[in-house]
């Protein structure tokens, strides 16, 4: 399949969808870094058991958006503008 670029500027709906893809891009790799860096990890003492362990993913992929949706660490702002001037 070949994908070929868009001629002239991008429609603003293309453009929509292209930064919502982009911030959950960074969504999940934040959502990597917080697993890696130990966040919601269930701590041995008083934990919340296989409950908490099952849904631990749940609450660092939130957490994450969240932190893409406030700006995040300008990773999807960068793919978006990799995608639009691909686009372009």
């Known amino acids: 399949m070949t994908i ?11 453009q929509a969808e292209m930064k ?5 891009m960074e969504a999940t790799f934040l959502a990597e870094m917080l697993k890696s ?3 919601g990890k269930t701590p041995s003492e008083f934990g919340g ?5 099952q849904f631990g993913s749940f609450l660092r992929l939130e957490q994450a958006r969240a932190m893409a949706r406030a700006g995040g660490i300008g ?3 960068a ?3 990799a995608m639009k001037e691909r686009g372009a």
Do not use: C, K, S, Y
């Open 20 to 24: 919502t893809a982009a911030q959950e």
């Open 37 to 39: 860096a130990g966040v």
């Open 79 to 81: 793919i978006f503008n």
């Open 49 to 53: 058991g296989a409950g908490e362990d």
């Open 75 to 77: 990773l999807g702002e």
């Open 4 to 14: 070929t670029p868009l001629q002239g500027p991008v429609p603003a709906r293309i």
